[in-house]
């Protein structure tokens, strides 16, 4: 082995050294990127932040602060109730639900109990099924229309530690649907939740300001004048001219009907 070979065996090693740091170059330029104002970033940046950062001439965005205000949606379950199709919650029931839980009366129970009559029940009210630990903690609690509709929409979240392995009904109207079935399903249920009052329209500024003025006192107008000027004297009001003098320009004297003489 000459000196042929060492030479290459050094060359050979030298450029496996120079891909791989190149390699970490590339990677670690790639990733940095990437969380500098991209999605994977612990702080979020503005526009103006981030052109700042990469460029020596930008024009400046100015700041919009959005459309406007966002208005907070407002849950109303009575609402959904009001216009719920119990048939639609029935076939939802049988796609989803019937696989674990049985709802005819007499049913047997299943993976989960039978549900007949659930909406004037309790939690953990049958004693021939065997609750999970988590659930047999909350016994006793009514199965309302509020309750029923936080289980379905995530069971997990609303008990923690059930063992009902079901990922819930997102969709609001398909839940308000099979909670109208369940009800149906009920001797006796309660009457649904009414929907929320509906919030009445803030009064136009202008609008109150020409109420309150509609409801003030106006001035009556004065009388009008006659076009004749009498020259009075500014101190006593006596006619004629004295010094003290001044011009007044009349009102317009009520007219009097002239006395006329009659029979009696």
């Known amino acids: 082995m000459g000196d042929l070979f060492w030479n290459k065996v050094f060359g050979a090693l030298l450029a496996v050294f120079l891909i791989i740091m190149g390699l970490q170059t590339l990677s670690g330029s790639l990733f940095s990127m990437g969380g500098e104002g991209g999605h994977h970033g612990d702080e979020e940046q503005s526009l103006n932040d981030w052109a700042h950062s990469r ?11 959005g459309s406007g205000p966002v208005e907070e949606e407002v849950y109303d379950l009575g609402a959904l109730l ?4 119990a048939s639609s919650g029935e076939r939802a029931f049988k796609a989803k639900c019937s696989t674990c839980h049985t709802i005819e009366q007499g049913g047997s129970n299943g993976t989960g109990p039978n549900l007949f009559g659930i909406m004037t029940s309790t939690h953990a009210h049958k004693e021939d099924f065997g609750y999970s630990s988590a659930m047999m903690a909350t016994a006793g609690e009514p199965w309302n229309y509020e309750n029923i509709d936080h289980w379905l929409e995530n069971p997990s979240s609303y008990i923690r530690g059930t063992s009902m392995a079901f990922a819930g009904l997102r969709r609001d109207d398909e839940r308000a649907d099979v909670i109208a ?3 149906s399903m009920t001797p006796n249920a309660p009457a649904f ?4 009052p509906e919030e009445e329209p803030a009064a136009d500024e202008g609008e109150a300001v020409e109420t309150s003025l509609d409801a003030e006192t106006v001035e009556t107008s004065p009388a ?3 076009g004749v000027i009498e020259t009075v004297d500014s101190v006593d009001g006596a006619e004629g001219d004295d010094g003290n003098t001044g011009e007044v ?3 317009p004297e009520e007219t009097v009907p002239a006395e006329t003489d009659g029979e009696e």
Do not use: K, R
């Open 55 to 65: 460029f020596a001439y930008y024009t400046e965005i100015a700041d919009s602060g």
């Open 181 to 183: 079935y369940l009800a």
């Open 193 to 196: 939740p009414e929907p929320l």
């Open 82 to 85: 009001a216009s719920a199709d």
């Open 249 to 251: 320009e009349l009102a």
């Open 224 to 226: 009008e004048a006659t």
